[in-house]
């Protein structure tokens, strides 16, 4: 009966603890519930902040574009190292530029294109002639004042002169003498040249290397008016304009021509309407516009 009696208390404690211990893992799986839910909750949390977060400044603040895309035809853009991104994204937006350009000045007619460009709060970029800057000295100097960019177009603007040599020399020559006059009368040297025709075909990869060794950078454009080639047609002018302009760069290639002067209030306007700014040339933040694409112009 003893021994009896001994086993049942013996029995009987490990049944209580055995009761216990499973009331503490219960307790503990209980417990261990608990905390995987709070930290699935904070996350779930810290989740949602996030991704409201980057929703935001989505919307708010995108981000720029910091290349522009090349396609490999006539004209188009690129930009050169350590300059401003061109075009930027605001509120969704992207941003269209618009650099006007005049040819062969100056003129008679410089005046009037300054005028019309006033009224518009445009500035553009002048590719003058050196044997016109003594006829219109002061032309020159008006322009530049009201924060319009010199460039230089040659002294002669020929051909034969220019070209016909089959090297750079002759080219060199006639660009560093018309810096030369436009620094005499400003006060400060330009280095951006426009070469007459386009740099296409008569420039090749030795003749830009020798422009650029000289200190030059050149511009061609990305859009012709053909305006030298409609005197009386200034809505010609005007239609070829609003149908070659959709880059969100444009370089519009203009000359100083009574037609031109006429056309110009109509092709502001239409830019306006089509979203562009315009910009004046910025040596300090040069963008790329040759034909041949080539960064060191």
């Known amino acids: 009966m003893k021994l009896?009696?001994?086993?049942?208390?013996?029995?009987?404690?490990?049944?209580?603890?055995?009761?216990?211990?499973?009331?503490?893992?219960?307790?503990y799986g209980k417990f261990s519930l608990v905390l995987m839910g709070l930290i699935l909750l904070v996350m779930g949390i810290t989740y949602s902040f996030?991704?409201?977060?980057?929703?935001?400044?989505?919307?708010?603040?995108?981000?720029?574009?910091?290349?522009i895309q090349q396609p490999a035809q006539l004209g188009l853009?690129?930009?050169?190292?350590?300059?401003?991104?061109?075009?930027?994204?605001?509120?969704?937006?992207?941003?269209?530029?618009?650099y006007i350009t005049f040819d062969d000045g100056p003129s008679k007619y410089t005046g009037q294109l300054l005028d019309i460009m006033n009224q518009y709060d445009a500035k553009a970029t002048f590719f003058m002639v050196g044997e016109n800057l003594d006829y219109y000295p002061e032309a020159v100097k008006r322009l530049v004042n009201e924060g319009n960019y010199p460039g230089?177009?040659?002294?002669?603007?020929?051909?034969?002169?220019?070209y016909k040599s089959g090297?750079?020399?002759?080219?060199?020559n006639e660009f560093k003498e018309v810096q030369k006059k436009v620094e005499a009368l400003?006060?400060?040297?330009?280095?951006?040249?426009?070469?007459?025709?386009?740099?296409?075909?008569?420039?090749?990869e030795a003749f830009r290397g020798d422009i650029a060794a000289a200190g030059f950078?050149?511009?061609?454009?990305?859009t012709d008016s053909?305006?030298?080639?409609?005197?009386g047609q200034p809505n010609k002018i005007i239609s070829r304009i609003q149908r070659g302009v959709h880059r969100d760069i444009e370089v519009i290639l203009m000359h100083e021509r009574k037609q031109t002067v006429e056309a110009l209030p109509q092709i502001l306007k239409l830019l306006k309407a089509k979203g562009y700014e315009f910009e004046v040339y910025n040596p300090n933040e040069h963008v790329v516009v040759n034909f041949s694409h080539d960064p060191r112009l």
Do not use: C
Not at 217 to 222: P, Q, V
């Open 4 to 27: 009896h009696h001994e086993s049942t208390k013996v029995y009987g404690s490990a049944i209580r603890g055995g009761s216990r211990k499973r009331s503490r893992e219960i307790r």
């Open 50 to 67: 996030s991704g409201m977060a980057h929703w935001i400044k989505t919307m708010v603040a995108p981000p720029p574009i910091s290349v």
């Open 77 to 98: 853009i690129q930009e050169s190292p350590n300059v401003k991104e061109q075009p930027t994204r605001f509120l969704g937006q992207v941003r269209k530029v618009a």
């Open 152 to 162: 230089l177009h040659s002294m002669t603007h020929s051909y034969k002169k220019l």
């Open 167 to 172: 090297g750079s020399d002759k080219f060199l």
């Open 186 to 204: 400003i006060g400060y040297t330009p280095h951006l040249i426009r070469a007459p025709y386009g740099s296409s075909p008569q420039i090749g």
């Open 217 to 222: 950078k050149m511009w061609d454009w990305t």
């Open 226 to 231: 053909l305006d030298w080639d409609l005197p």
